[in-house]
């Protein structure tokens, strides 16, 4: 759930990564409902397996390794 300040649209969203189809996954939810969901940078970082958010507010995103790279963390 992002609660820093750098994003403040995204307060209280839900956020992952998804592996297979290859984005980061933000969930706007009101009321216990998701009620809107956006899917961020669609193929263009690999897949995507952790996110998390630092102390400075900015998300973190870990991807697995593709086409002979190794996996890379994105600030």
Known sequence: IYRGSKFPAW???FLSGAMALQH???LA???GRVVVEE??????LG???L???GPD???YIGTDSREGEAGKLYR
């Open 11 to 13: 307060t209280g969203s």
């Open 24 to 26: 980061l996954n933000r």
């Open 29 to 31: 939810m009101e009321e």
């Open 39 to 44: 899917r961020l940078l669609n193929r263009k």
């Open 47 to 49: 897949r995507v397996r």
């Open 51 to 53: 996110v998390a958010e």
């Open 57 to 59: 507010g900015l998300l």
